[in-house]
C-alpha cells in the first residue's frame, strides 16, 4: 500500500456569515480569523483499490455540494466517487457548503458576491488537497487503537420539569467516550498521517465570539501531530447529534484549546504502542568490564499485505408525514406578523435570524405545492472502508452517539471509526426512544435542512444495520 497525506487552509475572505448559530447577528468582518481552517486529506492506494478520505472545517455539506466536490476529487486523482469519503468538522465558527441559497443566521439575507466566490472556489481546493496528497504517497502501513476521554462531552438531551427536552445535560443518559485513531507509517516508521474520530458538537465557543475557527478540532490536530512527531492529522467528526462539551458556548476565546489537547493527547496514546510495522529483535554481544548483551529492534524487510477495499450503499431514509398545506400557510401568517412587528421594532438579528429561518423553510415546503404529501423519505449514502484490521464508516448527517456507538460495537474490526456529518448532510438522525421526548433535534431542526419533517424513528435502525453489513462484507 500506498499513502500521502496532505493539509490546504480554506480561510474563506472576508466578511463572510458563519453559519453555525442562527442567532449570531454579525459576520465574521468584525474580528476576523482565529486559528486557521483547513481541509486535511489521506490517500491510500494499492493494486486493487484506492480512496481519499478528506475532513473540512465546515459546518456541513449539501448533498448537491458533497457531489460537485467528490467528483472533483475523483478526478483529481483518478478514482470514482465512491472512493471518496468527505466529511465535515461541524464547528460552528465556519461557513456552510450548501447551494440552495439558504443562510442561516448572520448578518446578510443572501449570499454575498464573496461568500458566493468562496462557495464556487471549494471543489477545487478539495481537488487540490487530494492531489499534494496523492503526489506525496509512498509505501505504508496502518494500525489501529483506542483510547478515552471521560467527563469532556455529554448528552445534550436534557429533560425539563413540564416534560420537555432542552439541549443542556442528560446525566441520566450516556455516550461514546471512546477516540479511536489509525496511525499510517512509512516503511521506516514515519508518521504520514493520523486519522482521530470523536463524537461532539464543536461548540465550546459561542455565537458571542466573532473570529473563524475550528473550535476544538485544531488545537486536536496539533497536539497529534506533536506528539505523533508528524505527519497529517484528519479529524472525522462523530456521531455527536445529540453530544455537547460538557462546557459550552462560552464568550470568550480560548477554552477550546484545552478541550482538544485533551482529545489529542488521548488520540495519539490511543496508537502509540500500535506499531503498523512488523519488527524482529536483534540481539548483539558488546562489553567492558563484564558482558553485556545488546537488543535493537529492526523493521522487518518483507512486510504483510494489508488489505485496502471500499464499499458504499445508499439507503432511503423515511421521513415522518410532512405537515399540510393548510397548517404551513397559517403557521406563514403567524411567523411573518411576528417577523414584520420585530422589524418595526428595530428588534437585532439574533431575534429577527430565528423568525427567518422559520420563514424560509415555510416558503420553500409551500413552493412544492402538492408534491408536499409524496415526499416522504430522503436519499442518503453510507460508505466504509477497511484498511488491514481497521475500518471507518461514513454516514449523512448529524446521528445521535448510540447510533454510533452500535455500528462501533458491533464492527467485525479490531478498530472501527464512525464518522457522521459526511457525503452531504441530510439531518439529525435520532433514535427511536428519543423520539417521544421531543426537543430540537427529533422536533424541529429538519427545517435548517430544508426537509418537510423530521426522520422517522426507523431511520436509525437503517443506519444501523447498513453499516454493519458493509463493514462485514469488508470483513469476508
Known sequence: MEAGAASVAIDPPLPHDLQGYIRREQSARTHGHGDPLLITAVVLRTDSAACAILAADVVGYSPTMADRIRDAVAAAIGVTRGDVLINASHSHATP???????????????????????????????????????ADARPARAAGGTGRVP????????????GGTILGWNRELTIDEEVPAIRIDDLTGAPIATIVAFGCHPVVVGPEVHLTGSDFIGPLRDRVSLL??????????????NVLPLEAFFDVDGPQVPFGQRLGLEAAHA?????????????????????????????VAEQPVQLLQVTHRVVDLPLLTA????????????????????????APRSRTNILRYHLLWLAMMLAKGEALAQWRSSPGEVWAMRVGDCAIVGTPGEIFNEIGAAVRGGSPFDTTLFAGYSQGMLGYVATPEEHPFGGYEPAVSHRGYAHPAPFAPAAAGILVDTSLELLRSLAR
Not at 98 to 118: H, I, M, N, P, S
Not at 151 to 156: H, K, Q, S, Y
Not at 323 to 346: F, H, K, M, N, W
Open 151 to 162: 467527563g469532556l462531552a455529554v448528552n445534550r438531551r436534557e429533560r425539563t420539569a413540564a
Open 271 to 299: 496508537v502509540a504502542d500500535s506499531s503498523p510495522l512488523e519488527w524482529t529483535i536483534d540481539r548483539f554481544e558488546w562489553g567492558s568490564a563484564t558482558p553485556i548483551a545488546r537488543y535493537r529492534r529492526r523493521i
Open 228 to 241: 505523533r512527531g508528524g505527519g497529517v492529522c484528519v479529524f472525522l467528526q462523530g456521531a455527536a447529534g
Open 96 to 134: 456552510w457548503l450548501r447551494e440552495d441559497g439558504t443562510k442561516l443566521g448572520g448578518e446578510f439575507d443572501e449570499y454575498t458576491d464573496v461568500e458566493q466566490a468562496y462557495l464556487d472556489a471549494m471543489p477545487e481546493a478539495f481537488a487540490r488537497a487530494a492531489r499534494i496528497a496523492a
Open 323 to 346: 405537515p399540510s398545506l393548510t397548517q404551513l400557510r397559517a403557521e406563514q401568517v403567524e411567523r411573518q406578523a411576528e417577523y414584520d412587528a420585530l422589524i418595526a421594532a428595530g
